[in-house]
């Protein structure tokens, strides 16, 4: 048994994009069509670009999965870049024949100069290649691995949109998660309220139109979760630190709640705090609001994970901001080839892979064992020990 560690490899135009996986036990039944529903619903989303209509992204498993199952040892995945076969001569790692045009002209927002400054490329392609959102097509795969094993443990994430630009959703209180995650799979916009869903369309058409984009917000749930997950100990191994890094990660979100989040500055401590209550049938104690998102202390309470993060608009603007060459130095009209409009329906699928890439490696260090069967033991022996306390 190790800790969960993972890392991706890959540029948006190379041949493929690439992950190593250690740490996830043998014995969990993995097919590479479990991981391609998540990879389809990432590229779907109302306000993608062209290139989502060239990629068809599908995980390739090149170790650690042998008839169905995994061994324990590393696991290997690629995803192949359809769209490399567009850049013959300008994307290989063998010197050029003859050198590409240099790409000089970076977008406010994006990685172009902070990336081309730090690593003093002056073709600031070297750095677009790998500061794109390409990455997250592995880390949805990452999650979708994940997924098995919490599906395993009886742990569900799952994510959808609340708000695009200044278009918010509005949910019944009476709207179970259940329901909530059947009708926001159904939209291509990830979102559970109908109504908003059309106003945050018009939305995005409305942006493309101007030449502009736009951000928004997604929540991301999980069920399931047992109380203690995480620590209290130690910085870096509270679970809401954890969570919030993983969703902070992701390309251009810039904001991370969990549970009231700022909402919670803004009330009173009786406004705030979760009672406590306990069900004397099922031996566990029960909080009849969830204000805390699942998390006190660093640590899971048992009740539902909840966290939000809000993503800024796409860097690649049609009607582009002013910029400077970093050749020339000379103030230029930025030329426009393909982008999104808006990509928080797809952000949200990555969120939803980056918070259960955090509570596996949590329950796998909370429980331990080498094979799904013994981190199943260890769990039922854990909500025995629950049921006692
Ligand atoms: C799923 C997804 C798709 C994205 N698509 C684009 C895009 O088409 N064009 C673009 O300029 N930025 C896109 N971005 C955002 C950039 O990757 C991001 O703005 C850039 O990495 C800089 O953001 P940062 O300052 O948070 O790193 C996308 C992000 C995500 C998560
Ligand atoms: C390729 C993906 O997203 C890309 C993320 C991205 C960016 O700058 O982050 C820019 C766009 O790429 P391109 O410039 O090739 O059109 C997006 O399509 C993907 O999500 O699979």
Redesign the pocket.
């Not at 993608?48 to 989502?52: E, L, S, T, V």
């Given at each position: 048994m190790t800790a969960l560690r993972w890392i991706t490899a890959g540029e948006?135009?190379g041949p493929e994009i690439s992950a190593i996986v250690e740490g996830i036990p043998a014995g969990l039944p993995l097919l590479a069509e479990d991981i391609d529903a998540d990879l389809a619903r990432?590229?779907r989303g109302y306000g993608?670009?062209?290139?989502?209509k060239i990629?068809q992204?599908r995980v390739r498993f090149t170790a650690g999965v042998r008839g169905g199952e995994t061994l324990g040892g590393p696991i290997a995945m690629v995803i192949e870049?359809r769209?490399h076969g567009n850049w013959a001569g300008r994307m290989g790692a063998e010197p050029f024949a003859e050198p590409p045009e240099a790409l000089t002209r970076p977008r406010p927002g994006?990685a172009d100069l902070a990336g081309g400054l730090k690593y003093d490329r002056r073709d600031l392609r070297d750095i677009?290649e790998r500061?794109?959102?390409?990455e997250?097509?592995m880390r949805v795969a990452v999650g979708g691995v994940c997924r098995k094993l919490l599906a395993a443990l009886d742990v569900e994430v799952f994510a959808h949109v609340v708000a695009i630009g200044s278009v918010s959703a509005a949910l019944a209180p009476t709207t179970s998660p259940h329901e909530l995650r059947v009708l926001a799979r159904a939209s291509d916009l990830a979102c559970a309220d109908p109504e908003a869903a059309e106003a945050m369309r018009a939305a995005i058409r409305d942006a493309a139109h101007r030449g502009d984009t736009l951000g928004g917000v997604f929540e991301v749930v999980a069920l399931g979760v047992p109380p203690g997950l995480g620590s209290h100990v130690q910085w870096d191994r509270r679970l809401d630190g954890r969570v919030a890094q993983a969703l902070m990660s992701i390309?251009?979100i810039k904001g991370v709640e969990v549970g009231l989040g700022f909402e919670a500055a803004r009330r009173s401590g009786s406004g705030v705090h979760d009672p406590i209550a306990y069900d004397a049938e099922t031996n566990l104690f029960i909080r009849p609001t969830n204000h805390a998102g699942g998390v006190e202390g660093g640590i899971s309470n048992g009740m539902p994970v909840v966290c939000r993060a809000a993503m800024k608009p796409?860097?690649?603007l049609k009607r582009a901001l002013p910029s400077i060459d970093i050749r020339s130095k000379e103030r230029f009209d930025a030329a426009f080839?393909?982008?999104?409009v808006c990509?928080v329906p797809?952000a949200s699928v990555v969120g939803e892979a980056m918070v259960m890439i955090v509570l596996t490696a949590a329950l796998l260090e909370k429980l331990g064992g080498d094979s799904l069967s013994e981190v199943q033991r260890h769990l039922a022996g854990y909500r025995e020990q629950l049921a006692r306390f």
């Open positions: 948006s135009h990432r590229q993608r670009g062209a290139r989502m990629e992204d870049n769209d994006h677009l500061a794109s959102a390409r997250t097509a390309q251009a796409i860097a690649t080839e393909r982008s999104d990509a797809a």
